[in-house]
């Protein structure tokens, strides 16, 4: 009976898990987003260089993209790690390696690195940003619950296969 009830618990957890990953997807999303009009702002109205305005920003994000901007900024100052583009790829791969970003995320965060002086590039990762916000909503609804009720299911099935 009580392994019976510890796999229905584990799987209900592991459906809850599931669940909980989209809505950390969603809050990696819009971190992102509020970056990036961060940097849109300095670079518009200070015109900085992007080593000040990484760390600039830096201080007003989570920690994980704190480090990220910091290490940036830092890479960007000292000049060791090539260009502009091979700093930006490079602490992307090292610092965005557990996120739950998509790889077509990943993919459209490296290419911003191609083009970020140009305020038109800002606007358009803005607006894919936005897409995807959007598409992670409308899948936090759709298939949240669906990820739960699948879990404590398969718990369910598992324990009667078993008997």
Same mark, same amino acid.
């Given at each position: 009976?009580?392994?019976?009830?510890?796999?229905?618990?584990?799987?209900?957890?592991?459906?809850?898990?599931?669940?909980?990953?989209?809505?950390?997807?969603?809050?990696?999303?819009?971190?992102? *987003?509020?970056?990036?009009? #961060?940097?849109?702002?300095?670079?518009?109205?200070? %015109?900085?260089? /992007?080593? +000040? =305005?990484?760390?600039?920003?830096?201080?007003?994000?989570?920690?994980?993209?704190? *480090?990220?901007?910091?290490? #940036?900024?830092?890479?960007?100052?000292?000049?060791? %790690?090539?260009? /502009?583009? +091979? =700093?930006?790829?490079?602490?992307?791969?090292?610092?965005?390696?557990?996120?739950?970003?998509?790889?077509?995320? #990943?993919?459209?965060?490296?290419?911003?690195?191609?083009?970020?002086?140009?305020? +038109?590039?800002?606007?358009?990762?803005?607006?894919?940003?936005?897409?995807?916000?959007?598409?992670?909503?409308?899948?936090?609804?759709?298939?949240?619950?669906?990820?739960?009720?699948?879990?404590?299911?398969?718990?369910?099935?598992?324990?009667?296969?078993?008997?």
């Amino acid at each position: 009976m009580i392994g019976s009830v510890m796999i229905i618990v584990a799987c209900t957890v592991m459906g809850f898990e599931k669940g909980h990953e989209l809505q950390v997807h969603l809050r990696e999303l819009e971190e992102l *987003k509020r970056i990036f009009t #961060l940097i849109q702002s300095e670079l518009q109205y200070t %015109k900085a260089a /992007f080593a +000040e =305005v990484f760390l600039k920003i830096s201080r007003k994000t989570d920690d994980k993209y704190k *480090k990220w901007l910091r290490e #940036l900024a830092s890479n960007l100052e000292k000049r060791e %790690k090539g260009t /502009f583009q +091979e =700093v930006w790829e490079y602490e992307i791969a090292e610092n965005f390696k557990n996120s739950q970003l998509t790889k077509e995320e #990943l993919e459209d965060l490296r290419q911003v690195g191609k083009n970020l002086g140009y305020l +038109e590039t800002l606007d358009l990762y803005l607006e894919q940003l936005d897409l995807s916000i959007q598409r992670t909503r409308e899948e936090i609804k759709s298939k949240k619950k669906l990820y739960q009720s699948m879990g404590i299911m398969a718990g369910i099935f598992l324990v009667i296969v078993l008997l």
